[in-house]
């Protein structure tokens, strides 16, 4: 669990996570993606007997859960193209994995 807990931290808040990569506008990936939510998803299943977080978890699940979203969504307003599947619906998943860690609930997207 402490590799899978690193790998989210760097995610989230590393040089290459997910959101210095939108901040930048490049696409990490489909299984970069991919990658990220199992981790969320394992993440979660080890977290369901407790009742805290470290702050780095945390604030890196925030970020991995916030920014996103807002970076690629300027990125496109200001022209620029990503795979289909980028947005919708691999970040709108990443949030509602984010959200499920919080809630202590496995939502799942639907769009």
Sequence with gaps: MKEIKERIINAGLGEKGLPALA???EDPGKEYIEQLLSDLHSLFQNLKSSS???K???YALYCIG???YIEYSAWI???ATFRG???????F???MAVESIFCNEWLEYVN
């Design 85 to 91: 599947d980028l947005i919708d619906p691999q970040i």
């Design 56 to 58: 780095e978890l945390s």
């Design 77 to 79: 307003d200001k022209g």
């Design 93 to 95: 998943q990443l949030e």
């Design 23 to 25: 901040r930048m506008g």
């Design 52 to 54: 805290s977080l470290s």
């Design 66 to 68: 916030h920014y996103p």
